[in-house]
């Protein structure tokens, strides 16, 4: 699940990345263009029922490209993205969307 709300910050925009308690993962991170592809940088936490979160707070307006990192090495799509953008190697980055959120 993929949440947007408002940020408190103008222009911003609070999103949180949600994974549910089937995802077969110890760990799980998010990486994308807004945190340079780091597998360190945005980790999710586990929810008491076994899923992952984690919330980034992106600017309003723009599309940003991300994947799910599980245990630190597989790279997985979010299967509820806002879209779908090729990427180099043949297959497919996540996207979610800020701009539609109007004013």
Same mark, same amino acid.
């Given at each position: ?7 408190? #910050? *103008? +222009? ?9 308690? /089937? ?7 998010? !990486? ?26 992106? #600017? *309003? +307006? ?9 245990? /630190? ?7 509820? !993205? ?22």
């Amino acid at each position: 699940m993929i949440k947007k709300v408002r940020g408190d #910050e *103008l +222009g911003t925009v609070a999103v949180t990345f949600a994974l549910d308690p /089937g995802v077969a993962a110890d760990t799980v991170a998010v !990486a994308g263009d807004f945190n340079g592809w780091s597998v360190d940088a945005t980790p999710m936490e586990r929810r008491p029922d076994g899923g992952f979160q984690a919330t980034v707070v992106l #600017e *309003l +307006g723009r599309e940003y490209r991300f994947r799910y990192v599980l245990d /630190g090495h597989r790279w997985v799509n979010a299967w509820d !993205a806002d879209d779908y953008a090729p990427n180099h190697v043949g297959g497919e980055y996540s996207v979610v969307r800020t701009d539609d959120l109007g004013d």
